[in-house]
């Protein structure tokens, strides 16, 4: 999307037309969405799903995106570099591995190890470099205006004063923006983990994961376990002390959030390896069990193919527009359909800007792929969704979690639309989503922990709040808020949608495959391959 003046005006103008008819509508209840959207939700998602449904080139997004949009009101930024690690020599290795910390591995062979294990034979990626990652301490700074200058002090004695507003024993959330794998930036969510600090009473480290499709799978994941790791284990020049694992909740939103469940899956598969150590700065660093304290997501995007029927069932209720419009027709193209540019199409092309083609069902990338026994160990895990297009991947994943053993606090909000809890910063479910996502990220830290129960629960617009079954989650029969959307057509067990996952993964193989050996026999200029591919069509 283009967030220029320029390009909003571009796309917004046409509409406006459509948005004062909505709005005109929505005032006398008359609209489509009048009984499950508040007036301003409503006109939010119709002014958003043009800009967001008009791809614009993704170098020009990135960098729209991804600049210092200045740091200002009631909260505290301190900008750090983790320094990346050095791999071990084999001399090196063995003199930690002497020291009595049993075997210790690279970081990269373990990430190797742990993709390998949860992949079918077929993995087709490219191990990254490790390499340096920004982060952003993040906290709440009370008693001043929204507009409010940042001192001008250095960025050591920012966190200084960052940590004097908090607790020692308050949670460390390591925080994963979103942004479709490919866009945004902690600078674009500093007003919305700053505000998740506060709700938690603690602090958040926002971290700088690189984007697609420069860095494409595995490389956001690596970040992500650097990030990790550093919380653990401070490399040289850190400004934060060690911190345990009983302290650390991971949390993202969209992409984000789907991050943190990779990383957790990634942490709790290490362990089934056996391999927990690994080399960071020098030192055996111990992945304890379980390796975090908790999981708090909102709005989590967590199937890469976004294959279920919410995708287009909640197509009238979502700012994010469905691949297709018609669910009958198959998809032969990726969706959005970007415009070429100097980092896309890739070279060789693939479907996904994410990885290739053969991983979208790879459970690291995918987490709704996960199998239940996956999850075995899991940590306390928060997750809230609104009637969106990933509602079903967000119900699925939970009711496995669930089923596994582990406690599940599933929040569902009628109506709501993707990522609702930034984009409707004034809506009373939102700032209800809110509190919950913050006192959750305080509970998961404490002796007394997150309590198990058995049921999520929803809340639609009218305050109207009734229970639901983790273990009905997916499945038919739940309740008023599936009677509102004339009810769920069919039971999304672990068959159907291991089915639904095979023939999304199928279909990208094949284009991948197509658009390839076309690129190699008529060696196009690497950003008109689709162009060819059309042609020949």
């Known amino acids: 999307m283009d967030i220029s003046p320029g390009g909003l005006a571009a796309t917004i103008i046409p509409h406006i037309p459509f948005i004062v008819f909505t709005a005109i509508l929505a005032i006398f209840r008359l609209s489509r969405n009048a009984s499950v959207q508040e007036f301003l939700t409503e006109l939010t998602v119709v002014a958003a799903r043009p800009v967001l449904g008009k791809p614009a080139p993704l170098l020009q997004s990135q960098r729209q995106f991804n600049r210092e949009f200045g740091i200002w009101g009631p909260r505290w930024i301190a900008k750090y570099t983790i320094p990346k690690p050095t791999e071990p020599n084999g001399t090196d290795a063995e003199n930690v591995t002497a020291a009595g910390k049993g075997k210790v591995y690279k970081i990269q062979e373990a990430l190797g190890a742990a993709i390998a294990a949860l992949g079918d034979g077929n993995d087709e990626y490219t191990m990254p470099d490790i390499q340096d990652v920004y982060v952003e301490w993040t906290g709440y700074r009370p008693g001043v205006s929204t507009w409010a200058q940042r001192p001008n002090l250095p960025e050591q004695e920012q966190y200084k004063k960052l940590m004097g507003e908090i607790d020692a024993d308050s949670p460390t959330i390591l925080f994963f ?149 018609d669910p009958s027709v198959p998809i032969t193209i990726p969706t959005p359909d970007f415009p070429p540019d100097f980092i896309w199409p890739t070279t060789p092309p693939r479907v996904e800007t994410y990885c290739n083609a053969t991983m979208t069902k790879h459970p690291l990338v995918s987490p709704l792929a996960a199998r239940r026994h996956h ?21 699925v994943f939970a009711r496995r979690v669930y089923s596994a053993g582990s406690t599940v606090i599933f929040e569902g909000y009628v109506g709501m639309p993707h990522c609702f809890v930034i984009i409707l910063p004034f809506n009373r479910r939102r700032n209800i989503a809110y509190e919950n996502w913050g006192a959750f990220s305080r509970q998961a830290v404490q002796t007394a922990g997150v309590e198990r129960r058995n049921h999520g629960t929803w809340l639609d617009k009218n305050g ?62 690497p950003r008109r391959w689709w162009t060819l591919i059309e042609a020949n069509q």
């Open 177 to 325: 923006h979103g942004g479709a794998f490919c866009l945004m930036d902690p600078s674009t969510h500093r007003f919305i983990v700053s505000e998740l600090a506060h709700k938690a009473r603690g602090r958040c480290l926002s971290v700088r994961q690189r984007l697609a499709p420069q860095g494409p799978f595995p490389a956001a994941l690596l970040d992500a376990l650097i990030s990790y790791l550093a919380l653990l284990s401070p490399p040289p020049g850190a400004y934060h002390d060690a911190v345990p694992a009983s302290q650390i909740v991971l949390a993202g939103d969209s992409s984000g959030g789907g991050l943190a469940a990779s990383l957790l899956l990634l942490l709790l598969t290490l362990r089934r390896l056996g391999i927990d150590s690994l080399h960071f700065h020098g030192k055996a660093v111990h992945i304890p069990s379980p390796p975090v304290a908790g999981v708090a997501v909102t709005s989590p995007w967590l199937d890469i193919s976004r294959c279920l029927p919410s995708v287009h069932a909640n197509a009238k209720f979502d700012i994010i527009a469905p691949p297709s419009p």
């Open 375 to 395: 999850w075995e160990g899991s940590p306390p895990i928060y997750l809230n969704t609104g009637w969106e297009g990933i509602q079903d991947e967000a119900e």
């Open 464 to 525: 109207t709040l009734w229970e639901v079954g983790l273990d009905q989650l997916g499945m038919q029969g739940q309740g008023r808020g599936y009677e509102a959307r004339h009810g769920r057509k069919e039971d999304l067990d672990d068959i159907k949608v291991e089915r639904l996952l095979n023939e999304q993964r199928e279909w990208r193989v094949r284009l991948e495959q197509d658009i390839r050996q076309k690129w190699k026999q008529g060696r196009p200029h």
